[in-house]
Structures are given as structure tokens and as C-alpha cells.
Nanobody, 118 residues
Framework: QVQLVESGGGLVQAGGSLKLSCAASGSIFSINTMGWYRQAPGKQRELVAS??????????DSVKGRFTISRNNAWNNWNKVYLQMNSLKPEDTAVYYC?????????WGQGTQVTVSS
């Protein structure tokens, strides 16, 4: 089983930056894709960014050029995934969740709140 713990959320003014971290533990070898999702009040959860074991990265159109997903090491030796968020906008306000997909059920972290004030 995989466990995920997010950190790094908070309150920031528009135009500011935050860096989210997701620490993974347990059966990390079973993961083939890590992703960051977000859910704003009254809206569906949406994919923000993802990174595969092969290093393929995908971003939502709304965050391209502003957000960067990365990991601390090569896929066979990693345990943290990051989301660097720059030029934040009020519409980025949401609970951000880390997700792991691979062998077995999809795993979610507990979420971290990001609030961007105008």
C-alpha cells in the first residue's frame, strides 16, 4: 500500500508563488504515475499536472507556463513529488491533492488548501 502526505499549502496574494510537496511511502515501486489534482468549492476535482515513471509530464491548459511538477530523484529512487506554482491567480484557489496511480487502487493524499487573494 502507498501512503501520500501533502504539505506546502497556504494563503498567498495574486502573483505570488507556493511550492507543494507530496511525500510518498510504502509500496512506491507499484506507482507508474504521480499527479496533482485540485478541487474548488462547488466544482469537480480536476487534474493539474502529472508525471509518469518515464518522465512524461502533462499540464492542464490553465496552469501551463505557471506550474511545474517535479520529483526529487529518478523514478527508481524517488519519494517526493513537487508542484511549483508561480504567478498564482485567485482562480487557483482550491484544495490540492496528490495522487498515485499504478498497480492496485488509485491513492489520494489528504489534501492541502491553497488560497490566492486578489
Amino acid at each position: 500500500q502507498v501512503q501520500l502526505v501533502e504539505s506546502g499549502g497556504g494563503l498567498v496574494q495574486a502573483g505570488g508563488s507556493l511550492k507543494l510537496s507530496c511525500a510518498a511511502s510504502g509500496s512506491i515501486f507499484s506507482i507508474n504515475t504521480m499527479g496533482w489534482y485540485r478541487q474548488a468549492p462547488g466544482k469537480q476535482r480536476e487534474l493539474v499536472a502529472s508525471i509518469t515513471s518515464g518522465g512524461t509530464i502533462n499540464y492542464a491548459d490553465s496552469v501551463k507556463g505557471r506550474f511545474t511538477i517535479s520529483r526529487n530523484n529518478a523514478w527508481n529512487n524517488w519519494n517526493k513529488v513537487y508542484l511549483q506554482m508561480n504567478s498564482l491567480k485567485p482562480e487557483d484557489t482550491a484544495v490540492y491533492y496528490c495522487n498515485a496511480d499504478g498497480i492496485g487502487p488509485s491513492i489520494w493524499g489528504q489534501g492541502t488548501q491553497v488560497t490566492v487573494s486578489s
